[in-house]
């Protein structure tokens, strides 16, 4: 989509760039899915050291619910903030880096 053909309201709400309405929902899917890997960390019965891993790994990524519904609420992200995409950058690394582990501990329960 080419973001400079839209009009101010429309890029204001589309652009992710703006921090806009689109952004909220993205992070409300995320803390949507925080909150899924909180509830099914129960249903693990950790046996061993790697499910024991995983189990806590789940947990705590449960964590991140809160804050992903939080964040927009508060307005911790504005458009005019200065090194705002260097912080959505490390926060996906650090989310990627972070479900790696998860993905690995998963396929092997």
Not at 23 to 36: E, H, N, R, T, V
Not at 42 to 48: D, P, R, V, Y
Not at 85 to 96: A, D, H, K, Q, T
Request: glycine letters at 8%; hydrophobic letters at 55%; one cysteine or more.
């Amino acid at each position: 989509m080419r973001l400079s053909v839209l009009s101010e309201q429309a890029s204001q709400i589309l652009n992710y760039k703006n921090f806009g309405l689109f952004f909220s929902y993205d992070l409300l899917g995320y803390s949507f899915m925080a909150l899924a890997t909180f509830f099914i960390a129960f249903t693990i019965k950790a046996a061993t050291k790697p499910d024991k891993w995983l189990k806590a790994l789940l947990l705590i990524h449960g964590i991140f619910a809160v804050s992903g519904v939080l964040m927009p609420m508060l307005g911790t992200f504005k458009a005019d903030m200065s090194g705002g995409n260097l912080i959505g950058v490390l926060i996906l690394e650090f989310w990627s880096a972070y479900f790696v582990p998860v993905c690995i501990l998963s396929y092997l329960h």
